[in-house]
């Protein structure tokens, strides 16, 4: 069986916060927004039908544990989820938590340039919120 | 028990195509892509933690067979799906059939101007391809 590979541009991208059952869960590093990437660990996964009967219903339990939490941590007001895929194909989730104030509201955060890169006890800290919190 | 209204923006944006167990599947007026938004018919959704447990697997469903639907109906290079809810807080799913050569690949589809509306012909045609193909 072969394995799943991380691809390196989400790798370079973003920072191990946890693995659940299917998905592999890591931090955007924009400390702009409480924004995690959800990837499931199964190698040839391009498209949300690519997964199997079994295995998308645990990535809606992993999403909506991700959304869930993101409600209790942050109190965002809204909470953006995307599949998109256009640059990396990998299957993978965004789940970022939106504020009226930030930056690009109402605008999506995908497509943009502008990224700020946490300082690296700011993601630190935001890693273990994410841990305990999730 | 509160009935579901739709939401006058969504309802100006789009075009009724049809109604699954759980969502009402509509039509997004811009010819420039393949653009459908489904919207589960229940009052007071904002966020997917929202919907039931069982309502969410229905949602689940309801999504992979537009997914799958639109690999098999236009062949795209990717498929985009997302819930953003920014500007309409009813909760909402873009499934949008992306390709390498449309007018605003790689980017994200959202938050930009620019919205082609189809014709008259060319909205029936695609409704007709809709209720059909998926």
């Known amino acids: 069986m072969e394995r799943f590979a991380l691809d390196p541009r989400l790798a370079a991208d973003t920072e191990w916060v946890t693995d659940w059952a299917l998905c592999t869960v890591r931090l955007m590093n924009d400390a702009r927004f409480p924004w995690v990437v959800l990837i499931p ?32 941590i942050f ?9 998109l895929g256009n640059i990396v194909a990998q299957f993978h989730i965004h789940v970022v938590a939106r504020r009226k104030d930030d930056v690009v509201w109402p605008g999506p955060v995908w497509g943009k340039a502008g990224r700020e890169p946490y300082s690296e006890q700011a993601r630190q800290t935001m890693i273990e919120t994410l841990v305990t919190g999730l």
């Open 41 to 72: 660990r199964r190698p040839h996964v391009r498209e949300l039908h690519d997964l199997g009967h079994g295995e998308s219903l645990v990535l809606l339990q992993e999403l909506q544990r991700v959304s869930k939490g993101f409600q209790r």
């Open 75 to 83: 109190e965002p007001d809204k909470i953006n989820i995307g599949a």
